[in-house]
């Protein structure tokens, strides 16, 4: 009996269990030179006179913990940009990526990474997480799931705490979050949550890109035309039907033959979302149970459809300055979602909000580079000490206005 008890103390005294927001290990993965950066540049597209080389980066990968929906932890992993040579504290910034569905991660400077790189480059701290589900992660990814997606970002950035404290970079008190796509909508969901948990943090500035923040309303409506990524909707089924028993645990209970085999196959996390469409119906919808899409169409309280208003992130108020960036011929987040946030908050009372279009001419990929730039501009006005924050660099921007002409 004393033996047990003994036993037991031990146990509780001396074992660590895997708690949120822990670091659980950390590589460097990469340290790039100027000259690799030029080459990145050069290969993604962005000249140098916009996007600034003004640091080498070393590349870091972190293991951290999280929590699945159900509160129990979970592992996660992400990337970390880390400007070299600092001689003064530097601002971190928050880049929350768009959909994957291909579970692997490169750590590769090419689209994502490489905005990453490109704030890094110019003396920002930049945490990238994967999700949850994706990378190195454990479980699988909850697609447009508000809380999960934030959860990853907030408990990533104090996992990277830790990690400064380890490799002794020094930040500032400076915090930007952005993100495009899926990202834009992760970047509101972050945004909320650290405003609303962590007040703690505060947030310098928000620029979501390309997000679809409406969840329950315009964006909803494409599953039923001609869509260019009907990839999207057994993603966003299969994970509403995780965390929210929408039906059966079965394909077949979601999708009618042959997508109900087909299906766990495709999202097996070994493709990508653009080798999955070319399996898929045109019309999204016709791949879902009837019986599913007339209870979307006629019950108000239907599960699917309150899951995708509780995942709604439009209808709050925050002081933080925050721009929306969006492409007007953007035709798969559709330029409506930045629009119905901007003006559901506005009306809330928010004071600084900016609506920011991007381009008029370009579609949803090529978007996120004019997106990024805009944001970044806009955020090294802050960074230089303004307030509110300004259009940003004139020379800069006439550039990008030549390029976007070309």
């Not at 077949?252 to 087909?262: A, E, G, M, T």
């Not at 995708?308 to 953007?330: A, G, R, S, V």
Request: glycine fraction near 6%; include cysteine; aromatic fraction near 12%.
């Amino acid at each position: 009996m004393i033996k047990n008890i003994s036993y037991l103390l031990f146990a509780i005294l001396f074992t660590t269990p895997l708690l949120a927001q822990d670091l659980v290990s950390y590589t460097k993965v990469s340290s790039l030179t100027k000259k690799d950066l030029k080459e990145a540049w050069k290969e993604n597209g962005m000249p140098t006179i916009i996007v600034n080389i003004n640091n080498e980066i070393d590349l870091y990968e972190l293991i951290y913990t999280t929590k699945w929906h159900d509160g129990t932890s979970i592992k996660a992993s992400g990337l970390y940009f880390t400007p070299t040579n600092q001689k003064e504290e530097i601002p971190q910034l928050i880049y929350h990526h768009g959909t994957k569905i291909k579970v692997e991660r490169t750590n590769e400077i090419y689209r994502e990474t490489a905005i990453c790189a490109g704030f890094a480059a110019d003396g920002y701290a930049v945490i990238m997480p994967d999700y949850i589900g994706l990378g190195k992660g454990e479980k699988t990814h909850l697609y447009q799931h508000t809380d999960s997606e934030s959860d990853a970002a907030i408990d990533m950035y104090f996992a990277v705490q830790k990690l400064n404290n380890l490799i002794s970079l020094e930040t500032n008190k400076q915090l930007y979050l952005t993100g495009y796509s899926q990202g834009g909508h992760a970047c509101l969901a972050t945004h909320k949550k650290l405003q609303e948990d962590f007040p703690e943090i505060s947030i310098t500035a928000s620029s979501p890109m390309s997000g679809a923040y409406h969840m329950s309303g315009d964006q909803a409506d494409v599953m039923f035309s001609p869509y260019k990524d009907p990839a999207y909707l057994p993603y966003l089924l299969m994970t509403y039907n995780e965390v929210y028993k929408i039906t059966g645990s079965s394909y077949s209970d979601l999708f009618v033959s042959p997508y109900d085999s087909l299906i766990p196959i495709l999202y097996q996390g070994h493709l990508d979302l653009f080798e999955i469409n070319d399996y898929l119906p045109e019309i999204p919808v016709d791949m879902v149970q009837p019986y599913l899409v007339d209870q979307y169409l006629n019950n108000p309280n239907y599960k699917f459809k309150l899951a995708l208003e509780e995942n709604n992130i439009i209808n709050w108020k925050t002081d933080t300055p925050t721009q929306f960036c969006y492409c007007t011929e953007d035709k798969r987040v559709l330029k409506e979602n930045s629009f119905i946030a901007y003006d559901t908050m506005l009306k809330n009372g928010s004071p600084n909000l900016i609506l920011r279009k991007a381009s008029n001419k370009v579609g949803h990929i090529e978007c996120a580079g004019y997106a990024f730039v805009y944001s970044k501009l806009w955020f090294n006005t802050f960074k230089k000490g303004s307030v509110k924050g300004t259009k940003g660099n004139v020379f800069k921007r006439f550039a990008l206005s030549i390029k976007k002409a070309l």
